[in-house]
């Protein structure tokens, strides 16, 4: 049986913003250090640090924060790279080291600098120029590697989403975490001052008209922004601390590169069976909204009751700190979920879905 124990996040700045000069490292260090305060364990405790890191330029990061942390220099850390799902997979893995006996205490999750990412080239083996790049391949077939953005708009008129609805749908997600301002301030580890996410706002049928358009429907309004932020959670072999939440099921499944926007839906059905847990016996769900259409895609498919997805807000509201973006909704389940089962699910590109089961 495993636990999350602990559970908190920074806030999520937009790229460029108050966060634009911190190293991955320097946003996740804190974090940890809170997490181990609040589940009442020192740094001797850990065994294990798992970061998850899309963006940067390789090393190992897990390794940076945990000493950034103050850890026992034991604590080797692994680093993964799982691109969206990366955060959720990090406790995913956590939660198998210490269901298999090798660890008891493990600091998962995920951080990201977007602001910080390296610039990406290609070298020419035939000894020409480099060639810059902006993301890497994440399917080995050039026809089932779409721009996330086409991919969006190809899964928006699949389902016949219309421009208004996924507004509606990002105006809402505003709202509610407008709305919930002061309950999500009390997950957050204040950095640089900022104790609120910076982008939530008051999106209005005027403004996410104007939005910039992305591809077809796919607009600055209904897709999230490129962010950074950190996230991590403390799992347990044992219920520390007054709120503990158990990990009753979790499973990642890969799925059609070419639709990565309903990747998770496979994973969402197969870890709720998992868990003997009915889609309407859900008290809370934390749906990534990579982009307004993905979120309402897995909402729809899965059978999921609207009312209890991202109560608070979810990344339309906040940004997508890609690395890092898997673990806040964990964390949200564990500061939200005041009694039941909670679900947090997200896509990622090459097809990939991820999702956890919590109950408290």
Request: net charge neutral; proline share 7%.
């Amino acid at each position: 049986m495993t636990w999350i124990v602990a559970a908190r996040r920074t806030a999520v700045v937009p790229v460029n913003g108050a966060f634009r000069r911190l190293l991955v490292h320097e946003m996740a260090a804190p974090v940890i250090q809170t997490c181990l305060t609040d589940a009442g364990l020192g740094p001797q405790d850990v065994d294990e640090v798992i970061l998850s890191n899309a963006m940067g330029g390789g090393g190992n990061p897990a390794r940076l924060a945990a000493l950034a942390a103050g850890l026992p220099e034991p604590v080797a850390g692994l680093s993964i790279d799982r691109q969206c799902a990366g955060g959720l997979d990090a406790i995913l893995l956590a939660r198998a080291l210490v269901e298999s006996g090798a660890a008891r205490i493990v600091v998962a999750g995920g951080a990201e600098s977007y602001s910080r990412r390296p610039l990406r080239l290609a070298t020419d083996p035939e000894g020409g120029p480099a060639v810059p790049y902006d993301r890497p391949a994440f399917s080995p077939f050039p026809d089932r590697d779409p721009d996330l953005h086409e991919a969006a708009w190809h899964l928006a008129q699949k389902l016949g989403l219309t421009r208004a609805r996924m507004d509606a749908w990002a105006m809402e997600s505003h709202a509610k975490a407008l709305a919930g301002r002061a309950r999500l301030m009390a997950e957050i580890v204040p950095l640089l001052g900022v104790t609120a996410d910076a982008f939530s706002r008051a999106l209005t049928p005027a403004l996410a008209t104007r939005a910039p358009v992305l591809v077809g429907d796919i607009t600055a309004a209904n897709a999230a922004v490129a962010a950074d932020g950190a996230a991590f959670v403390i799992v347990s072999d044992r219920p520390l601390g007054p709120n503990p939440l158990r990990i009753m099921a979790g499973l990642t499944r890969g799925a059609d590169p070419a639709e990565p926007g309903l990747a998770p839906v496979e994973a969402m059905d197969q870890v709720l069976r998992a868990a003997g847990i009915a889609p309407s016996k859900l008290h809370m769900a934390e749906v990534m909204e990579a982009y307004a259409a993905q979120a309402m895609a897995c909402v729809a498919a899965s059978a999921l009751d609207a009312a209890i997805v991202n109560p608070d807000g979810g990344a339309l509201a906040r940004g997508h700190p890609i690395g890092a973006s898997g673990a806040i909704l964990a964390v949200r389940l564990f500061h939200g979920l005041v009694a039941g089962h909670g679900l947090a699910a997200i896509a990622a590109a090459g097809g990939l879905g991820t999702a956890l089961v919590v109950a408290r």
